[in-house]
């Protein structure tokens, strides 16, 4: 078992990052041990994740940083660094290791004042790692002040400072600082490779796992919590009987509140158990007295977290909707195969009669009509218009058709 095991249908970048992690390994035995640094290394301070949703990029990040992190004693007998046991490998694993820095936007877009830190740190040696990692995930989220701070920091790298950088593609990265990265792409694993890993990996049934890689079309996490929450399987059944309930005005409105009502709840969830351990270890950390109440000067650092909090969770809401609508793309994605006599395509299996149902009654050309219309609410989220909004025009545009 390494850290690339859990990297679903990445062989070939696996390969890629494993070289590199070993001649890393050598750099940083050779100037430990005053040795000469070998010749040529596959090694570089600063990597670009790149791929589709679902294909893995922040993992496969986070793993390479655990393999530059490994201090297994079975490097020292010619084995590979990313043992996935060792302090090294399992702190970074698991996102507590002092020498690896994540970064994600909380909000829409990673400021400035979020990177301030960050970039202080990477100038920096290891306290006691082996490299300094700076793994930001939502490279694409950085705005023009955060990503000029990121390009002084990739520019001029400290020697023992890595950064690793995820986003969709290399357009949604500045020019300037993907021609400092080594890219490397990765692809959507096949649905086979995703039922696979469910069932060895998390236990889920076979029947069970195939269904949910089959829907999620191979997006790992989503066919995880899909497989594995009864509540996010509700949630999507809901979604996708939205096409049968907007015959009319009021039923395409009330479609619209309830799907912006859903995705307020799950974002709810997925928020509330993070921002009590965020609060609580904050406390602890200015020594909060018992029954609560802070040193004094300190309720700006609360105040401060609270609002990082909010900017948190309606990006966790809009994420929330944006995967509801990409639901709802796949399910007239599906009717489209129908219309052109495609069966073996569809991935929405469980909504085969809804799915017989509007393929008979529409034509192709309505079913991407109906899809641009999706796309067009997606990108209104983006362009920050209200959820409800955006989510009753698309509803309407549904209806017409």
């Known amino acids: 078992m390494t850290v690339w095991d859990d990297l679903v249908g990445q062989e070939k970048v696996s390969e890629q990052l494993d070289a590199a992690a070993r001649d890393a390994d050598a750099l940083v035995t050779a100037a430990a041990t005053d040795a000469p640094p070998p010749e040529a290394s596959r090694m570089t301070h600063a990597w670009l994740f790149t791929g589709p949703p679902g294909a893995g990029r922040s993992q496969t990040a986070r793993a390479f940083a655990a393999a530059l992190q490994c201090v297994s004693p079975d490097r020292a007998l010619g084995g590979a660094p990313g043992c996935g046991f060792c302090d090294g490998c399992h ?32 100038f920096t040696s290891p306290a006691n790692g082996r490299w300094q990692v700076i793994l930001v995930e939502d490279a694409e989220r950085l705005n023009e002040k955060s990503a000029n701070a990121v390009l002084k920091a990739v520019e001029e790298p400290a020697p023992r400072t890595v950064w690793l950088l995820c986003a969709p593609s290399l357009e ?13 792409n990765l692809r ?15 236990g889920i049934e076979p029947k069970i796992a195939a269904a949910a890689a089959r829907a999620t079309q191979g997006h790992v996490d989503r066919a995880r919590r899909l497989a594995t929450d009864e509540r996010a399987r509700a949630r999507r059944a809901e979604v996708l ?10 039923g395409c409105l009330r479609a619209a509140q309830e799907l912006v009502d859903a995705a307020t709840e ?37 105040k401060e977290l609270e609002e990082k909090q909010k900017r948190r969770r309606t990006r966790t809401q809009r994420d929330s909707l944006d995967q509801a609508l990409t639901d709802l793309t796949g399910f007239y994605r599906d009717v489209l195969a129908l219309q052109f006599g495609s069966r073996v395509a569809v991935a929405n299996m469980d ?51």
Request: a negative charge; glycine letters at 6%; charged letters at 30%.
């Open 172 to 184: 949604d990265v500045l020019p300037t600082i993907r021609s400092r990265c080594r890219h490397l």
């Open 91 to 122: 702190t970074t694993l698991v996102g507590t290791h002092a020498d690896v820095t994540t970064v994600a936007a909380v909000g829409a877009q990673i400021l400035a004042a979020d990177m301030r830190d960050t970039v202080r740190k990477s």
């Open 188 to 202: 959507t694993p096949s649905v086979e490779a995703v039922a696979d890993t469910l069932m060895r990996r998390d």
């Open 351 to 401: 909504t085969e009669d809804a799915l017989d149902r509007l393929a008979r009654g529409s034509t192709p050309e309505s079913t991407l009509r109906r899809i641009e219309a999706i796309a067009a609410c997606r990108d209104a989220l983006d362009r920050n218009v209200a959820p409800l909004l955006a989510v009753e025009a698309m509803t309407m545009a549904l209806r017409a058709g």
């Open 266 to 302: 799950d974002s709810k969830e997925l928020a509330e158990e993070i921002d009590v351990k965020e609060t609580e270890e904050l406390k602890a950390a200015l020594g909060a007295a018992q029954g609560g109440r802070l040193p004094r000067g300190t309720a700006g650092v609360m």
């Open 241 to 250: 009987r939205l096409p049968l309930r907007i015959d009319d005005i009021g």
